[in-house]
T-cell receptor, first 113, second 114 residues
Framework: GNSVTQMEGPVTLSEEAFLTINCTYTATGYPSLFWYVQYPGEGLQLLLKATKADDKGSNKGFEATYRKETTSFHLEKGSVQVSDSAVYFCALVTMNRDDKIIFGKGTRLHILP | EADIYQTPRYLVIGTGKKITLECSQTMGHDKMYWYQQDPGMELHLIHYSYGVNSTEKGDLSSESTVSRIRTEHFPLTLESARPSHTSQYLC?????????????FGPGTRLTVT
């Protein structure tokens, strides 16, 4: 079945460090891929998305590239800020009848000033 | 900005009480979802709906029930709350025809059953 595996947290970095959160997936067909972010005390919100192979999603300085050959969608940011502290979820949707979104388990990110 | 609302935001209630968690969206979305989020942050789909009068059970078995009488409203009910129901509950919605399948989330209800 479809699944998403992302690196376990928590991840702790200093401000201005480079960030990578790994995400790999297993899916039949051609999924759309997403990164959602959950700030403390809030629901999830879409951070970025990619709908086909080699697409790059980007938002707020974050980027992720849909790599079909490695079934990956790693999240990167060149210089993190304290305000990026949150939980990040990788997710996929396939064009199946039920089209339910499959979330990874989430990665908590702490940025130290 | 997403227009999806959940009330109450926080609820502390005793064992055996009946509770209803409210979820409303003003975007006209056909699809709506309820997730339970455990302390480790993992999300579990417990109910979803494709439209009015449609309700389906999700991947995680839940003692809660849902109804969808109006497009904008998707309440979740626990007939008899237990401490094992203590959790964060997130409601979400999405367009039925969106090729990108983006889900919009409410802020969540944190439920504590004592």
């Amino acid at each position: 079945g479809n699944s998403v595996t992302q690196m376990e947290g928590p991840v702790t970095l200093s401000e201005e460090a480079f960030l990578t959160i790994n995400c790999t997936y297993t899916a039949t067909g051609y999924p759309s891929l997403f990164w959602y972010v959950q700030y403390p005390g809030e629901g999830l919100q879409l951070l970025l998305k990619a709908t086909k192979a080699d697409d790059k999603g980007s938002n707020k300085g974050f980027e992720a590239t849909y790599r079909k050959e490695t079934t990956s969608f790693h999240l990167e940011k060149g210089s993190v800020q304290v305000s990026d502290s949150a939980v990040y979820f990788c997710a996929l949707v396939t064009m199946n009848r039920d089209d339910k979104i499959i979330f990874g388990k989430g990665t908590r990110l702490h940025i130290l000033p | 900005e997403a227009d999806i609302y959940q009330t109450p935001r926080y609820l502390v209630i005793g064992t055996g009480k009946k509770i209803t968690l409210e979820c409303s969206q003003t975007m006209g979305h056909d699809k709506m979802y309820w997730y339970q989020q455990d302390p480790g942050m993992e999300l579990h789909l417990i109910h979803y709906s494709y439209g009015v009068n449609s309700t389906e059970k999700g991947d995680l078995s839940s003692e809660s029930t849902v109804s969808r009488i109006r497009t904008e409203h998707f309440p979740l009910t626990l007939e008899s709350a237990r401490p094992s129901h203590t959790s964060q509950y997130l409601c979400a919605s999405s367009e039925s025809t969106s090729v990108n399948y983006e889900q919009y989330f409410g802020p969540g209800t944190r439920l504590t059953v004592t």
